[in-house]
């Protein structure tokens, strides 16, 4: 028994193997792709979805039958593989989906967002020991957009502030009245989101490649968090920017429309 379990871990190895080289692979043809990107994204994105399902379905099936196999060195990175592969065809999907994002648009107020959203946050922020501060407008900061669409910017870069963080840190929110500078880019009135972290700071020069495609520094990054944030603000007709001074943190800003009743 314990034979044939090395056996279908030693095969399922191979297979996470040639998935990883077909992955970067992937990278590199869409990087390359320009124009044929969304056909790209569909098809090889739908071939190792198929795969991946059957092995997480096999892994899942396996846990089941042969519950020691979870103790396996080999068997818990092969999990840990698995799991960052599903996290970066879904945000591949999302990323393919991005080129042509529909919007379900309500009236919201950014300050009851954003109070939901922290509250959703904090008690990851609490597990490890690190500030989440939400400063708000004192009036009602409307804006004309899709709540989960927001949502989900506004959460990816909360958890980006985070792990940007050292052993200690603060992730400082702030909503305010977007400046004259601001306002002009969208050509309207417009409220700003700024999500300010206490880590190292980002240098220079990779400030604009942050927002590239696939380009990430992470060990478990896919690079398509921030570039998904940025198309889902642009098709808001806002902006997502971003500055930073290295050892004293970043601060990624989020500008929007606002109607009227957003500012005095």
Known sequence: MK???????EKL?????????????LKRHLEEAGTNLHMTLSTVSHELCNTLTLL?????LLEQEHPKI???????????????MQAFLADLTAFGSAQEITLSRELLDLNSMMNEICRTCQPLFDSLHKRLVLSCLPFPAIVYADSGKLCHVFTNLIKNGLEALGTEGTVSLRIRSASKEEASVIGSKAVAVEIKDSGSGI??????KIFKPFYT????GTGLGLPIARAIIHAHSGTLTASSHPGKGSVFTVVLPALPTSSK
């Not at 034979?3 to 871990?9: A, E, M, P, V």
């Open 3 to 9: 034979k044939d379990i090395g056996n279908i871990i």
């Open 13 to 25: 190895l191979k297979e996470n193997e040639r998935l990883q080289m077909e992955n970067q692979d």
């Open 203 to 208: 240098p220079k020069d990779l400030l604009e």
């Open 70 to 84: 979870t103790s396996d060195e080999n068997w818990i990175n092969l999990c840990s593989d698995l799991t960052h």
């Open 56 to 60: 997480m379905g096999t892994s899942r």
């Open 217 to 220: 520094n992470k060990p478990q």
